[in-house]
């Protein structure tokens, strides 16, 4: 149970991560104002709400997996959820509520941008790290194959 919990909590998150991060380049890019402020606010609410438990599921269920593992695969992804978890509620959640807060308001300024940006940023970086813990997990389950070493011929 803890183990399909935490293949569809790892799944579920990235591709979260993915979806706000594609749907706010498009709507910024070929939206109106009034789009825009609209995306903001669903990324907040439900968004934000499917995100951080999702996140919080994976961690806590891998850390639970992870008591009979041992390895460098398992290391590795111990070591980088402090910093998903740190970028995901110090950057992207607080990111999140002021860009809603300055879109319902139509404050679309130079701070607003310079917000958007550190929020593209953080999300891009969540997601290849999470990106990387669903690689070494699927290598983990056996999902995925390691590369074998290349044969140099020379022999
Ligand atoms: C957001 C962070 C994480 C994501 C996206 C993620 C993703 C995944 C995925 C997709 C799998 C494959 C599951 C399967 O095929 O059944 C997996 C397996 C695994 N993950 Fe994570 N994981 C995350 C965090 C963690 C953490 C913090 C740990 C603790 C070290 C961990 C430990 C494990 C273990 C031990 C497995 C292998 C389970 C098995 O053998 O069936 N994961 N992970």
Not at 100 to 120: C, H, K, N, P
């Amino acid at each position: 149970m803890p183990r399909r919990a935490h293949l569809i909590a790892g799944l579920l998150a990235p591709l979260c991560i993915a979806t706000f991060f594609l749907s706010t380049i498009l709507t910024e890019l070929f939206g109106s104002h009034a789009a825009v402020a609209q995306l903001k606010s669903l990324i907040v609410m439900p968004g934000l709400w499917i995100m951080v438990p999702l996140m919080a599921a994976a961690g806590g269920s891998g850390m639970f997996l992870a008591r009979s593992r041992q390895g460098r695969l398992v290391d590795a992804k111990k070591k980088r959820m402090p910093f998903i978890a740190a970028n995901g509620l110090l950057v992207l959640v607080p990111c999140a509520i002021v860009l809603d807060r300055w879109a319902t308001a139509g404050t679309f300024d130079t701070a607003f941008a310079v917000v958007q940006a550190i929020e593209l940023i953080a999300g891009a970086t969540n997601f290849a790290l999470m990106g990387l813990n669903v690689r070494d997990g699927l290598r983990m389950a056996g999902r995925l194959r390691t590369r074998a070493p290349v044969a140099t011929g020379s022999s």
